[in-house]
């Protein structure tokens, strides 16, 4: 998602419908890094990260927190599986697939926590988290999955 | 009205039918706030479910320590 693109105007129409999309508090996290990241690097200023920092702390999104189920969730499922059960989609370094596998995590407990589907380019990954939400919670709806809106 | 009104303009249809199709889309955004805040009330109450038996123990202070640790280090 960028400025003026698809998936942001996506947004203002769910925020103008009052059904606002719902951000993970580790995806806006994941963002941010990359956002700041970059701005450190390229020394081009940091516009992209003012622009998101405006969209994330605005009413457009609703961040959903990663609270206390969902932090127990998260570290319950880590410790099940603490690395990537999919490692040949992963591009990066061992610690960087495991980095990313942990906030993947942190993503799909907090989703499911508050009762949200995952809409996502990374299907298999988050499938494979379903599946161990699923193992872990037998008794109730599992984490739904769905490809990000091809918009 | 006025949301009707905008609606209306912009479907090329009558008030009423955009009154009843904006009353037809919140009846179906409150539908979808429902059925989250059930699956995230169920999945709550599920997860801060402790049998017995753990609920009346406690861990040591080492236990404890080592668990706090071992989340930084390699799997």
Known sequence: MFPGNAYEQHLLERAAAGEPVALTAPSVLEVAYGLAKAAHSSGSGDAALAWFTRLATSDLVVTLPLDGAGAVVAGRLRAVQPVPPTGLRRAGTKPEQRAGWVLDLQIAACAWAHGHTVATDNRRDFDAISDLVAALYPSVQALEVIDAPAL | ?75
């Open chain 2, 1 to 75: 009205m006025h949301a009707a009104r905008v609606l209306a303009q912009e479907l090329g249809t009558s008030t009423n039918d955009a009154i009843v199709r904006l009353a037809e889309g919140g009846i179906a955004a409150s539908e979808r706030r429902r059925l989250v805040e059930r699956l995230a009330r169920e999945r709550r109450e599920t997860v801060a479910r402790v049998g017995f038996a753990d609920a009346v123990s406690f861990p040591t202070p080492d236990e404890l320590r080592t668990a706090m640790l071992s989340g930084r280090r390699e799997p």
